[in-house]
């Protein structure tokens, strides 16, 4: 299991469909990390108090594209689930 200290949480209800995005502090790098992305798993994934949330699966670190406040398009680290396969297991 692993245990991240949060910097901000944002909730989020559009279409019927709800989630909290975190932004994590690690490592001195600030990481994202949405609900949505563990949604296929058990409940009891992820749990999240005021200041700290905690994984109990695999991590993968994607880099992401975003645009900020700014209209700057810039770069950013994501946390996904680690796929159950590889791509070489379908090929």
């Not at 949505?36 to 999240?48: G, H, P, Q, R």
């Amino acid at each position: 299991m692993a245990t991240f200290k949060i910097i901000k949480k944002t909730a989020f209800d559009k279409n019927g469909v709800s989630g909290t995005v975190y932004t994590l502090g690690v490592q001195g790098r600030a990481v994202k990390l949405s609900t949505l992305s563990f949604a296929d798993m058990d409940a009891d994934t992820i749990s999240a108090t005021d200041t700290h949330i905690s994984i109990k699966c695999e991590l993968e670190v994607r880099k992401t594209s975003y645009t900020n406040q700014l209209g700057e398009n810039v770069h950013g680290l994501e946390f996904m689930p680690k796929f159950g396969f590889s791509l070489s297991d379908i090929w």
